[in-house]
Protein backbone atom coordinates (compact mmCIF):
# COMPACT_ATOMS: atom_id res chain seq x y z
CA UNK A 1 0.00 0.00 0.00
CA UNK A 2 3.09 2.21 0.79
CA UNK A 3 4.30 1.26 -2.71
CA UNK A 4 1.32 1.95 -4.40
CA UNK A 5 1.00 5.19 -2.52
CA UNK A 6 4.21 6.44 -3.67
CA UNK A 7 4.23 5.58 -7.32
CA UNK A 8 0.54 7.81 -6.95
CA UNK A 9 2.69 10.49 -5.68
CA UNK A 10 5.43 10.39 -8.61
CA UNK A 11 2.66 10.16 -10.85
CA UNK A 12 1.02 13.17 -9.78
CA UNK A 13 4.62 15.59 -9.13
CA UNK A 14 5.56 14.15 -12.85
CA UNK A 15 2.36 15.54 -14.28
CA UNK A 16 2.21 18.90 -12.48
CA UNK A 17 5.54 19.48 -13.58
CA UNK A 18 4.92 18.57 -17.71
CA UNK A 19 2.18 21.08 -17.30
CA UNK A 20 4.27 23.82 -15.82
CA UNK A 21 6.50 23.15 -18.06
CA UNK A 22 3.95 23.39 -20.83
CA UNK A 23 2.58 26.93 -19.70
CA UNK A 24 2.62 29.05 -22.45
CA UNK A 25 4.70 32.38 -22.15
CA UNK A 26 4.79 35.71 -23.70
CA UNK A 27 5.48 35.44 -27.02
CA UNK A 28 4.51 32.19 -27.86
CA UNK A 29 2.64 31.33 -31.12
CA UNK A 30 -0.96 30.48 -30.68
CA UNK A 31 -4.41 30.02 -32.55
CA UNK A 32 -6.73 31.07 -29.52
CA UNK A 33 -6.65 32.91 -26.19
CA UNK A 34 -6.72 29.75 -24.86
CA UNK A 35 -3.74 28.62 -26.38
CA UNK A 36 -2.32 31.28 -23.93
CA UNK A 37 -4.08 31.10 -21.16
CA UNK A 38 -7.65 29.15 -19.70
CA UNK A 39 -7.90 31.66 -17.17
CA UNK A 40 -8.24 34.68 -19.64
CA UNK A 41 -5.50 36.69 -18.55
CA UNK A 42 -3.63 36.39 -21.87
CA UNK A 43 -4.93 36.46 -25.36
CA UNK A 44 -3.82 35.81 -28.62
CA UNK A 45 -2.88 38.24 -31.05
CA UNK A 46 -3.55 36.30 -34.43
CA UNK A 47 -2.37 39.51 -36.64
CA UNK A 48 1.32 38.45 -35.47
CA UNK A 49 3.07 35.44 -37.12
CA UNK A 50 1.68 31.99 -35.95
CA UNK A 51 0.10 34.40 -33.19
CA UNK A 52 1.89 36.32 -30.16
CA UNK A 53 0.33 35.39 -26.72
CA UNK A 54 0.40 38.63 -24.94
CA UNK A 55 -1.45 41.06 -22.66
CA UNK A 56 -2.95 43.89 -24.25
CA UNK A 57 -3.59 47.28 -22.35
CA UNK A 58 -0.71 46.32 -19.92
CA UNK A 59 0.57 49.61 -17.53
CA UNK A 60 4.46 49.96 -16.83
CA UNK A 61 6.02 47.38 -15.05
CA UNK A 62 2.65 44.98 -15.12
CA UNK A 63 3.94 42.43 -17.28
CA UNK A 64 5.49 39.00 -16.62
CA UNK A 65 8.93 38.29 -16.21
CA UNK A 66 10.83 38.71 -19.16
CA UNK A 67 8.86 40.67 -21.03
CA UNK A 68 8.39 44.27 -21.44
CA UNK A 69 4.98 46.90 -22.10
CA UNK A 70 5.51 48.70 -25.24
CA UNK A 71 3.02 51.40 -26.57
CA UNK A 72 2.36 51.47 -30.32
CA UNK A 73 1.11 54.29 -32.39
CA UNK A 74 1.50 56.57 -29.42
CA UNK A 75 1.46 59.24 -31.69
CA UNK A 76 0.05 59.98 -35.23
CA UNK A 77 2.20 58.83 -38.04
CA UNK A 78 5.48 60.42 -38.99
CA UNK A 79 5.34 62.63 -35.58
CA UNK A 80 7.70 61.94 -32.73
CA UNK A 81 6.39 61.34 -29.70
CA UNK A 82 6.61 64.43 -27.16
CA UNK A 83 5.09 63.20 -23.95
CA UNK A 84 1.98 64.51 -24.57
CA UNK A 85 -1.32 62.76 -23.75
CA UNK A 86 -0.68 59.32 -26.39
CA UNK A 87 -3.29 59.43 -29.68
CA UNK A 88 -6.65 57.48 -29.36
CA UNK A 89 -4.99 54.77 -31.57
CA UNK A 90 -2.14 53.67 -28.93
CA UNK A 91 -2.45 49.92 -27.84
CA UNK A 92 -0.02 48.67 -25.15
CA UNK A 93 1.01 44.93 -25.64
CA UNK A 94 3.18 42.95 -23.44
CA UNK A 95 6.20 41.58 -25.48
CA UNK A 96 8.80 39.04 -24.17
CA UNK A 97 11.94 40.24 -23.93
CA UNK A 98 15.19 39.19 -25.49
CA UNK A 99 18.75 39.39 -26.32
CA UNK A 100 19.44 38.26 -29.64
CA UNK A 101 17.79 37.31 -32.44
CA UNK A 102 18.25 33.51 -31.73
CA UNK A 103 15.98 34.10 -28.66
CA UNK A 104 13.37 34.52 -30.97
CA UNK A 105 10.85 32.95 -32.72
CA UNK A 106 11.12 32.22 -36.81
CA UNK A 107 9.49 35.21 -38.50
CA UNK A 108 10.47 37.61 -35.99
CA UNK A 109 14.00 40.09 -34.37
CA UNK A 110 15.22 41.04 -31.42
CA UNK A 111 14.82 44.76 -31.38
CA UNK A 112 14.18 47.72 -29.68
CA UNK A 113 11.35 48.94 -30.72
CA UNK A 114 11.64 52.57 -29.98
CA UNK A 115 13.72 52.69 -32.93
CA UNK A 116 12.94 52.35 -36.35
CA UNK A 117 10.47 51.63 -37.93
CA UNK A 118 8.31 50.87 -34.61
CA UNK A 119 9.00 54.17 -33.06
CA UNK A 120 7.22 52.54 -30.01
CA UNK A 121 7.27 53.59 -26.49
CA UNK A 122 8.49 51.06 -23.68
CA UNK A 123 6.12 52.09 -20.71
CA UNK A 124 8.64 50.24 -18.00
CA UNK A 125 10.99 52.15 -15.91
CA UNK A 126 14.12 50.15 -17.94
CA UNK A 127 14.13 51.48 -21.35
CA UNK A 128 17.35 49.41 -22.46
CA UNK A 129 14.86 46.44 -23.37
CA UNK A 130 14.34 44.54 -26.72
CA UNK A 131 12.04 42.38 -27.09
CA UNK A 132 10.81 40.00 -29.95
CA UNK A 133 8.95 41.61 -32.65
CA UNK A 134 7.98 40.37 -36.23
CA UNK A 135 10.56 41.57 -38.76
CA UNK A 136 7.99 41.58 -41.74
CA UNK A 137 6.95 45.47 -39.66
CA UNK A 138 7.42 47.63 -41.98
CA UNK A 139 6.17 51.72 -41.92
CA UNK A 140 6.14 54.38 -44.51
CA UNK A 141 8.14 56.50 -41.90
CA UNK A 142 12.02 56.91 -42.83
CA UNK A 143 14.83 57.48 -40.55
CA UNK A 144 16.19 60.49 -42.16
CA UNK A 145 12.60 61.99 -42.66
CA UNK A 146 12.29 65.24 -41.58
CA UNK A 147 8.78 65.97 -39.17
CA UNK A 148 6.07 67.14 -41.17
CA UNK A 149 4.59 70.24 -40.48
CA UNK A 150 1.54 68.90 -39.15
CA UNK A 151 3.44 67.86 -36.41
CA UNK A 152 4.73 70.92 -35.12
CA UNK A 153 2.38 72.32 -32.54
CA UNK A 154 2.68 76.23 -34.77
CA UNK A 155 1.79 74.51 -37.94
CA UNK A 156 2.98 75.25 -40.95
CA UNK A 157 4.17 78.69 -42.17
CA UNK A 158 1.09 80.05 -43.86
CA UNK A 159 1.80 83.29 -46.00
CA UNK A 160 -0.07 86.50 -44.77
CA UNK A 161 -3.11 87.00 -46.50
CA UNK A 162 -3.81 90.51 -48.33
CA UNK A 163 -7.34 91.78 -47.96
CA UNK A 164 -6.74 94.87 -50.21
CA UNK A 165 -9.19 95.18 -53.06
CA UNK A 166 -7.61 93.17 -56.57
CA UNK A 167 -8.10 96.81 -58.23
CA UNK A 168 -7.66 100.93 -57.15
CA UNK A 169 -9.54 103.29 -58.71
CA UNK A 170 -7.69 105.91 -60.44
CA UNK A 171 -8.50 109.73 -60.35
CA UNK A 172 -8.83 110.43 -64.20
CA UNK A 173 -11.54 107.76 -63.75
CA UNK A 174 -13.43 109.25 -60.85
CA UNK A 175 -13.46 112.85 -62.63
CA UNK A 176 -14.64 111.29 -65.57
CA UNK A 177 -17.63 109.81 -63.49
CA UNK A 178 -18.02 112.72 -61.79
CA UNK A 179 -18.61 114.99 -64.86
CA UNK A 180 -20.87 112.81 -65.91
CA UNK A 181 -22.91 112.78 -63.20
CA UNK A 182 -22.59 116.14 -63.18
CA UNK A 183 -22.39 117.82 -66.39
CA UNK A 184 -25.34 115.23 -67.92
CA UNK A 185 -28.24 116.06 -65.65
CA UNK A 186 -27.92 120.19 -65.87
CA UNK A 187 -28.22 119.69 -69.32
CA UNK A 188 -30.72 117.68 -69.72
CA UNK A 189 -33.12 119.95 -66.95
CA UNK A 190 -32.02 123.04 -68.74
CA UNK A 191 -33.41 121.32 -72.13
CA UNK A 192 -36.73 120.66 -70.87
CA UNK A 193 -36.50 124.32 -69.04
CA UNK A 194 -36.13 125.76 -72.50
CA UNK A 195 -38.47 123.65 -74.52
CA UNK A 196 -41.19 123.96 -71.79
CA UNK A 197 -40.59 127.71 -71.59
CA UNK A 198 -40.84 128.20 -75.99
CA UNK A 199 -44.14 126.61 -75.42
CA UNK A 200 -45.56 128.76 -73.02
CA UNK A 201 -44.45 131.93 -74.86
CA UNK A 202 -45.96 130.30 -78.00
CA UNK A 203 -49.05 129.87 -76.15
CA UNK A 204 -49.01 133.11 -74.86
CA UNK A 205 -48.67 134.73 -78.55
CA UNK A 206 -51.79 132.89 -80.11
CA UNK A 207 -54.03 134.10 -77.52
CA UNK A 208 -53.27 137.75 -77.51
CA UNK A 209 -53.90 137.89 -81.59
CA UNK A 210 -57.05 135.75 -80.65
Do not use: H
Not at 164 to 193: F, L
Not at 194 to 208: K, L, R, Y
Amino acid sequence: MVVQSRWLFLAFAVSVLGVCGCTPSIGDACNLSTDCSVRGDRVCDSSQPLGYCTIRNCGGNSCPENAACVLFNAAPAGCPYDDRAPGRTARSFCMVSCQADKNCREGYICADPKGDPWRALILDDAQDKRVCIPSSKQTSVSPTSSTPPVCSATGPVVPTLDASPPWTPIDGGAAADASVGSDAAPDADASVGSDAGADAGAEAGSADAG
